[in-house]
């Protein structure tokens, strides 16, 4: 997992049409994707447990499904 990328920082949001707070960072298409703005501020609330679980059992039954 990349920990430099829009997603885990505290100036990402979805209801900007850019998805950050701040006014002068580059844009960012892959949110998801690691990158070098100099706005980075890690965000500690950005990683959810559960969010990861509920995609760890998708992953489950994908594999199931498929018998991988």
């Known amino acids: 997992m990349q920990l430099h990328v829009c997603r885990m920082c505290t100036r990402f949001t ?3 049409p850019k998805g ?3 006014e002068d960072a580059p844009d960012v298409r892959d949110k998801k994707s ?3 703005c100099d706005y980075f501020k890690p965000n500690p609330a ?3 447990p559960a969010e ?3 995609d760890a ?3 489950a039954a994908l594999d199931s499904l498929f018998k991988k």
């Open 14 to 16: 979805t209801r900007l």
């Open 20 to 22: 950050c707070t701040e």
């Open 34 to 36: 690691a990158n070098f």
């Open 46 to 48: 950005a990683f959810d």
């Open 52 to 54: 990861q679980s509920a």
């Open 57 to 59: 059992t998708a992953r």
